[in-house]
């Protein structure tokens, strides 16, 4: 009776383990998602920085 009530018990905990390890996955999918996202906005704000200097440098190219 010992080694059927080990193994279930062997069992539980690796389950256990194994949705703790789940959740711990998500939750870093999750912060990887939102810096990806953080970044793209960054990139994107940078790309309009250097697209406005650009048409600045060019007018001032052009009046020389």
């Given at each position: 009776m010992f080694w059927?009530?080990?193994a279930?018990?062997?069992g539980f905990v690796g389950?256990?383990?194994l949705?703790?390890?789940?959740?711990?996955v998500f939750l870093e999918a999750q912060?990887?998602?939102?810096?990806?996202s953080d970044s793209a906005?960054?990139?994107s704000r940078a790309a309009e920085d250097l697209e406005r200097a650009s048409?600045?440098?060019?007018?001032a190219a052009d009046s020389l």
């Open positions: 059927p009530m080990f279930v018990a062997v389950l256990a383990v949705g703790v390890l789940a959740v711990r912060r990887l998602g939102r810096q990806v906005q960054r990139i048409m600045s440098a060019a007018r």
